[in-house]
Each structure stands twice: as structure tokens, then as C-alpha cells.
């Protein structure tokens, strides 16, 4: 195997962690923020293609592959960008992508591609599995139109999207549609999230949509949305591997500064034996993360690869972080501190996205089967 890089993808490493240098003072800036992003920061981003990260040239987008995405992820991870990337250019883009009508793609598939329209899934609900199980709001017929009424959670950036992208149970089974928030019927609530980061609570109170805002065929949304999922999985693994990197950093620097008994903390076994398994477990999960990305761009399937990678890295991520404020102590627990910034994102990004129980369960049925 060739684990190299090209020079274009070094390059492209090298571009994204410079523009997100400075991105940990707005991780804190904007916790809690009804809108959770900057805007400067998303002009950059669109302005050197990233906002059509994937997206295919005819719909104004870079046609990146997903290893060139997860080098932008990694870099993401390691500054904890808060921006709405991943739900509108990897989720809300792919699934328009693969199953939106010609109209619907050239109404919202360039504005996303350029960074002018932001658009986002909402799709988990209070106290339902992250499987097709847990989709229980309703699609109703009503004529022409179809009335959505029920409850979603943990919708990122809700108030500044254009449309949600929002999964519902209809009489066929679960379909796709493109909801505007501002619609009557619908109510967002801000959440506070163990991360600080910007998620809604969504209600929908016999919200009428038309028949032509369903994205695909009647009963074909949770196919759809499972293959774009893959992708997301894949990329989320790669932000928590640049996280759990950078926190490897930041903890192997404090272990060396700090002192205790006339020596480094570093020097007692505890702590070098504990950065030791850290470092070996994120290299085992770039790895993985790496090679869900490449069998992916070859054409082959990840069915399996993108839950084991999202599993895996993001429990990595967890230990490290878990490990940091130990080795920091008290003081990691300090808004001062770093690690801690690092530490509740990693649990979030664990229980988000798939759950441990659903992404096994995936794993399980490609074994077994």
C-alpha cells in the first residue's frame, strides 16, 4: 500500500490548517451562539472551494474525492472549527446529489457549492434510536400537499438554514423533504448541548408542504439517506482524529513543562505509558479512516469500513481527551484550558452521527450476513 500523499493534497493540508489557526478563540467565542458560525470563516472556506468540497463540477462544485475530504477534516478537527459544513455541504448536498430532481438541484445545489445557501438534516428524535426505527414524525397526504407533524432534536445551525432536510414517516415508509424553518407550524428552540455547540430542537405542528419538496421516490428515503450517511461517518472519524492528535499534542506538551517531585510529570509511567497507547491508537485510527476514504473514491463499498472508522476513531478520541484532563488536572476542567474544549466535542461527536449501538449492529449485519 501506498500511504503517501500527492503534492496537491499536501498542499491542500497545508491551506486548510492555515486558515483555521485562529479557530479554538471562536470555538468560545461562539458556544451556545443562536448561530454558531462566523461568517468571515465561511467566505474563506467558500472562497477556496470548499463549500462544493464534493460536489460534482456541474453543480458549480471542486469534485473532490472523500481522502481529499478527510485531510480537510483531520484539519478541522484539530482547530474544532464550528461551522456547518458537514450538514450542508457533505449530508444536505449529498443527498440532493443523489436523489433531488433536476429542479430542486439547480435551485439549491450551486447556492450550496458557493457558500450563499446554507441547508441542514433534522432527523433524530426524542427518545428513538439513530436507526429507521427512530423516524416517527408523520408525512400525512393531504391532496397535493403533505402535513409533517411531530418532534426532531439536536438540528445544527436550524435558524440560519435556508431548509432542512428533514426525514419523515409517510405511508410507504420514510421519505426526504425539504422543509423551510421559517414555515408556519415550526418552532425552534436553541438546545444546550454537552459541547456548546448550535443545536435545535425542531417542532412541527401540522406543517403543510407541497408534494414536489420530496426528495426521491415515495418510501426510498432512508436508502437514500444510509449511503450519504456512509460518507458523513467517514468524515466525522476524520475530525476526531485530527482532535484526538492535536489533544495528544497539547497533553504531551504539559507532561513535559510540569513538574513534580524535581521531575516531569512525563517521566512517571502512569502518564508515559498512557501517551504511548494514545498515539498508537490515533495512528490505528487514521489508518482506518484513510482506507474507508480510498475504498470509497475506488468505487468499492463501505458498508463496513465507514461505521468501524467512525467507531473506532471517535472512541480514540474520547480516551485521548479523557486522558488530557487527568494528565491536566484540575485545571483542565478550567475554561482556560484547552482540553476541556476538546473533551466534551469528542463525547459529542461519539453519541452523534450514529450512535456506538446502531454503528455495531451495522458492523454485526455485514459479518453475519
Same mark, same amino acid.
Given at each position: 500500500?501506498?500511504?503517501?500523499?500527492?503534492?496537491?493534497?499536501?498542499?491542500?493540508?497545508?491551506?486548510?490548517?492555515?486558515?483555521?489557526?485562529?479557530?479554538?478563540?471562536?470555538?468560545?467565542?461562539?458556544?451556545?451562539?443562536? /448561530?454558531?458560525?462566523?461568517? #468571515?470563516?465561511?467566505?474563506?472556506?467558500?472562497?477556496?472551494?470548499?463549500?462544493?468540497?464534493?460536489?460534482?463540477?456541474?453543480?458549480?462544485?471542486?469534485?473532490?474525492?472523500?481522502?481529499?475530504?478527510?485531510?480537510? &477534516?483531520?484539519?478541522?478537527?484539530?482547530? *474544532?472549527?464550528?461551522?456547518?459544513?458537514?450538514?450542508?455541504?457533505?449530508?444536505?448536498?449529498?443527498?440532493?446529489?443523489?436523489?433531488?430532481?433536476? $429542479?430542486?438541484?439547480?435551485?439549491?445545489?450551486?447556492?450550496?457549492?458557493?457558500?450563499?445557501?446554507?441547508?441542514?438534516?433534522?432527523?433524530?428524535?426524542?427518545?428513538?434510536?439513530?436507526?429507521?426505527?427512530?423516524?416517527? *414524525?408523520?408525512?400525512?397526504?393531504?391532496?397535493?400537499?403533505?402535513?409533517?407533524?411531530?418532534? /426532531?432534536?439536536?438540528?445544527?445551525?436550524?435558524?440560519?438554514?435556508?431548509?432542512?432536510?428533514?426525514?419523515?414517516?409517510?405511508?410507504?415508509?420514510?421519505?426526504? &423533504?425539504?422543509?423551510?424553518?421559517?414555515?408556519?407550524?415550526?418552532?425552534?428552540?436553541?438546545?444546550? =448541548?454537552?459541547?456548546? $455547540?448550535?443545536?435545535?430542537?425542531? $417542532? @412541527?405542528?401540522?406543517?403543510?408542504?407541497?408534494? =414536489?419538496?420530496?426528495?426521491? !421516490?415515495? #418510501?426510498?428515503?432512508? +436508502?437514500?439517506?444510509?449511503?450519504?450517511?456512509?460518507?458523513?461517518?467517514?468524515?466525522? !472519524?476524520?475530525?476526531?482524529?485530527? +482532535?484526538?492528535? !492535536?489533544?495528544?499534542? *497539547?497533553?504531551?506538551?504539559?507532561?513535559?513543562?510540569?513538574?513534580?517531585?524535581? /521531575?516531569?510529570?512525563?517521566?512517571?509511567q502512569a502518564i508515559s505509558h498512557s501517551l504511548a497507547d494514545g498515539i498508537t491508537a490515533i495512528d490505528g485510527a487514521?489508518?482506518?479512516?484513510?482506507?474507508?476514504?480510498?475504498?470509497?473514491?475506488?468505487?468499492?463499498?463501505?458498508?463496513?469500513?465507514?461505521?468501524?472508522?467512525?467507531?473506532? +476513531?471517535?472512541?480514540?478520541?474520547?480516551?485521548?481527551?479523557?486522558?488530557?484532563?487527568?494528565?491536566?488536572?484540575?485545571?483542565?476542567?478550567?475554561?482556560?484550558?484547552?482540553?476541556?474544549? &476538546?473533551?466534551?466535542?469528542? /463525547?459529542?461527536?461519539?453519541?452523534?452521527?450514529?450512535?456506538?449501538?446502531? @454503528?455495531?449492529?451495522?458492523?454485526?449485519?455485514?459479518?453475519?450476513?
Amino acid at each position: 500500500m501506498d500511504l503517501a500523499f500527492t503534492d496537491e493534497q499536501e498542499m491542500l493540508r497545508q491551506a486548510v490548517r492555515g486558515l483555521c489557526t485562529d479557530a479554538l478563540e471562536s470555538v468560545r467565542l461562539l458556544e451556545d451562539d443562536p /448561530k454558531g458560525f462566523d461568517d #468571515g470563516f465561511w467566505g474563506q472556506l467558500a472562497s477556496m472551494g470548499l463549500t462544493g468540497l464534493m460536489l460534482g463540477e456541474e453543480h458549480g462544485g471542486s469534485a473532490m474525492g472523500l481522502l481529499d475530504a478527510v485531510i480537510v &477534516y483531520e484539519e478541522f478537527g484539530r482547530s *474544532l472549527v464550528p461551522s456547518p459544513h458537514l450538514e450542508s455541504t457533505v449530508v444536505s448536498a449529498g443527498v440532493l446529489a443523489r436523489a433531488g430532481t433536476p $429542479d430542486q438541484q439547480a435551485e439549491w445545489l450551486p447556492g450550496i457549492a458557493d457558500g450563499r445557501s446554507i441547508l441542514t438534516p433534522a432527523w433524530l428524535e426524542p427518545d428513538n434510536s439513530s436507526g429507521p426505527s427512530g423516524i416517527r *414524525l408523520s408525512a400525512v397526504a393531504d391532496g397535493e400537499d403533505v402535513i409533517l407533524t411531530g418532534t /426532531k432534536r439536536h438540528v445544527a445551525y436550524a435558524s440560519t438554514a435556508e431548509r432542512l432536510i428533514l426525514l419523515a414517516r409517510g405511508e410507504t415508509g420514510i421519505d426526504l &423533504y425539504l422543509v423551510d424553518p421559517k414555515a408556519n407550524g415550526v418552532t425552534l428552540t436553541l438546545q444546550r =448541548t454537552v459541547a456548546g $455547540d448550535t443545536q435545535y430542537r425542531v $417542532d @412541527l405542528d401540522g406543517v403543510r408542504v407541497p408534494g =414536489t419538496d420530496r426528495i426521491g !421516490a415515495p #418510501g426510498t428515503g432512508w +436508502a437514500t439517506w444510509h449511503t450519504v450517511m456512509l460518507d458523513a461517518l467517514v468524515l466525522v !472519524a476524520a475530525r476526531a482524529v485530527g +482532535a484526538a492528535e !492535536a489533544t495528544h499534542a *497539547l497533553t504531551t506538551d504539559y507532561s513535559r513543562e510540569r513538574h513534580q517531585f524535581g /521531575k516531569p510529570i512525563a517521566a512517571f509511567q502512569a502518564i508515559s505509558h498512557s501517551l504511548a497507547d494514545g498515539i498508537t491508537a490515533i495512528d490505528g485510527a487514521r489508518v482506518l479512516v484513510q482506507r474507508a476514504a480510498w475504498t470509497r473514491d475506488v468505487g468499492r463499498s463501505i458498508e463496513t469500513l465507514a461505521p468501524m472508522a467512525k467507531m473506532f +476513531a471517535t472512541r480514540t478520541c474520547r480516551d485521548v481527551t479523557g486522558v488530557a484532563i487527568q494528565v491536566h488536572g484540575g485545571m483542565g476542567f478550567t475554561l482556560e484550558c484547552d482540553a476541556q474544549l &476538546y473533551f466534551r466535542r469528542a /463525547k459529542s461527536w461519539q453519541l452523534n452521527w450514529f450512535e456506538d449501538d446502531h @454503528l455495531e449492529e451495522l458492523i454485526a449485519r455485514q459479518v453475519l450476513d
